[in-house]
């Protein structure tokens, strides 16, 4: 079956600094990754995708992430955060066949200045 | 372009008792999803619908969670009687008809506590 596995459940940077949040997926074919941030008392914001082809991914808010088949890996990164990127970010993985989105457990973002 | 609406936010009821979350799908968008999201958790899909059809229910808890989607519209989703165990986030979700399933588009959830 499907997982997502986002190993921090916490980090805490300091404004400025760069950052990257840790993903991890289980697929049995080439898979659709998706990164997401939540706010507190908002819904889900998707913040980029990856479905094929160039294996680095540009999305909103200056944040990427790099998809590596060989790690079965989709870390997020941004290279200076902002207390503004404080939130929770949500990987997921596309489930074709289920035709739905499968989450990991979220990263919790905490920027400190 | 209004975005997917939920109500109430903030839901707060005893154990035992019935309690409905509403939503409202951005226009045009035919699936339409019910995740839950437990504390600490990521959502996890409940039920997704294809227009007024359900085409996957597995996640439902069939005893005590139902849901509708009589027009293809707007949905519903109860529980009754709640439990403990149902205080969580519930999310509603929407995406375009044309199979593009990982477009999907949040609301901003209702937060049930349960007491």
């Known amino acids: 079956a499907q997982s997502v596995t986002q190993p921090d459940i916490h980090i805490t940077v300091s404004e400025g600094a760069s950052l990257e949040l840790r993903c991890n997926y289980s697929y049995g074919a080439t898979p659709y990754l998706f990164w997401y941030v939540q706010s507190p008392g908002q819904g889900l914001q998707l913040l980029l995708k990856y479905f094929s082809g160039d294996t680095l991914v540009q999305g909103i808010k200056g944040f990427e992430a790099e998809f590596k088949r060989s790690q079965s890996s989709f870390n997020l990164r941004k290279p200076s955060v902002h207390w503004s990127d404080a939130a929770e970010y949500f990987c997921a993985v596309g489930d074709r066949d289920g035709n739905k989105l499968v989450f990991g457990a979220g990263t919790i973002l905490r920027v400190k200045s | 372009e209004a975005g997917v609406v939920q109500s109430p936010r903030y839901k707060i009821i005893e154990k035992k008792q019935p309690v409905a979350f509403w939503c409202n799908p951005i226009s045009g968008h035919n699936t339409l999803y019910w995740y839950r999201q437990n504390l600490g958790q990521g959502p996890e899909l409940l039920i997704r619908?294809?227009?007024?059809?359900?085409?996957?229910d597995s996640q439902l808890p069939k005893d005590r969670f139902s849901a509708e989607r009589l027009k293809g519209v707007d949905s519903t989703l109860k529980i009754q009687p709640a439990e403990l165990g149902d205080s969580a986030v519930y999310l509603c979700?929407?995406?375009?008809?044309?199979?593009?399933?990982?477009?999907?588009?949040f609301g901003p959830g209702t937060r049930l506590t349960v007491t």
């Open positions: 619908y294809e227009n007024e059809e359900a085409v996957d």
């Open positions: 979700a929407s995406s375009p008809s044309d199979g593009r399933y990982y477009e999907q588009y």
